[in-house]
């Protein structure tokens, strides 16, 4: 699992001041847009923000490009795969709720920008599928031949499997927080607290988003999104206590870029450059999310117009329970913080271990 771990790790260490700078960017123009200092129709928002939401937006990019490297993958072969994903044509058709048949099989709708999940899994067979045809093919047609053979291998399986893994996981949540929420708002407010995070790590969170909406169109009101607040400062309070419990520089500097990110509603930085490297702190962020779930389930908290929940865009969620919703968030970042610290033995990483573990990693692969 430690080794599972260290291989995602890596792929969003290269571009995780990246992934830092995206959220911030976009953070601050939301907060200004809010605050109707910036229009959302000039200009200068419209440049910035696609600069950063499109960061996000086409992050699978970005993941064949680091895959690609650490995997040790054709480059040029790993970016068709996200080229596919996200061609405009299959994403009307696909991220709209409709089906495609592709020789006698249903491809299921799937949401592909953001997603992580799909797109390292078929650069992961992608690599399985190159290596025969790096040692088989004749050196005359492998030029041609061996994209030829990867792409109608892959690019089926990533549509047809890979893909709607993730929209099947977060439906699947999203129908038991339904039943949840029926039985008790509190218990249904704790599950979706503690299992927000994980889903943004599968990608499947965005199966929630068209419920909210079409919650918001018919009702006026959405009870779900409110929920997930507490799990935002959870991530925030735990990489806090990284910040302080981790011993190098770059690591300090990370955790607190990736604090900020969480405080400013983008936990992304946080989720994928520290928590998800150290399970334990993880495992408090989600908790600290759990008991903010609760409170705002408590209180029948509501947002009144679509946005991911934080202090930055708190104003749309100024309905019902507004104050509650406030101080889900505001508690679930000490919890956080202190479950964190409270696992300093466990989760202090130092340079001498770091430096002996990596050359043991070295010899193996020598060896």
């Not at 959405?222 to 400062?233: F, K, N, R, T």
């Not at 130092?350 to 060896?367: A, F, G, V, W, Y």
Request: glycine content about 8%; hydrophobic content about 50%.
């Amino acid at each position: 699992m430690k080794k599972i771990i260290d291989q995602i790790t890596g792929l969003f260490l290269p571009i995780i001041n990246y992934l830092t700078a995206a959220s911030i960017l976009k953070s601050v123009l939301i907060l200004l847009a809010n605050f109707g200092v910036l229009s959302k129709e000039s200009g200068l928002y419209l440049v910035f923000y696609a600069v950063s939401d499109g960061f996000f937006y086409f992050l699978p990019f970005f993941l064949a490009l680091t895959a690609s490297k650490q995997w040790k993958t054709n480059p040029f072969l790993s970016l068709l795969i996200p080229v596919a994903m996200l061609y405009p044509d299959l994403v009307a058709i696909l991220e709209n709720n409709q089906s495609l048949s592709f020789l006698g099989l249903t491809i299921q709708p799937s949401v592909y920008h953001s997603s992580v999940i799909p797109v390292l899994l078929a650069i992961g067979l992608l690599y399985f599928v190159e290596k025969p045809c790096d040692k088989f093919l004749p050196q005359s047609l492998k030029g041609f031949l061996k994209p030829l053979i990867c792409c109608l291998i892959v690019l089926p399986v990533t549509f047809l499997v890979f893909g709607p893994l993730g929209s099947l996981i977060g439906t699947g949540l999203t129908k038991i927080f339904t039943v949840l929420y029926n039985l008790s708002p509190v218990i249904a407010g704790c599950f979706m607290g503690f299992v927000i995070q994980p889903m943004v790590f599968l990608g499947a969170h965005w199966s929630i988003v068209p419920v909210a909406i079409t919650n918001i169109a018919t009702n006026g009101y959405d009870m779900i999104m409110p929920l997930l607040g507490g799990a935002v400062y959870g991530q925030c309070g735990a990489c806090l206590a990284m910040a302080l419990i981790q011993k190098e520089k770059d690591a300090k500097s990370l955790s607190c870029q990736a604090a900020l990110s969480c405080a400013l509603g983008v936990t992304e930085p946080g989720l994928f450059g520290i928590t998800i490297r150290h399970p334990r702190a993880m495992l408090s962020a989600c908790i600290a999310g759990a008991v903010g779930g609760g409170i705002a389930g408590f209180a029948g908290c509501q947002c009144i117009s679509f946005a991911f929940p934080s202090f930055v865009t708190c104003v749309a969620y100024a309905g019902k329970g507004f104050i509650m919703f406030l101080v889900s968030m505001i508690v679930a970042l000490p919890i956080a913080f202190f479950l964190t610290l409270m696992q300093k033995k466990y989760l202090v990483e130092t340079p001498s271990n770091e430096k002996t573990q990596k050359t043991e990693e070295k010899n193996e692969r020598e060896s």
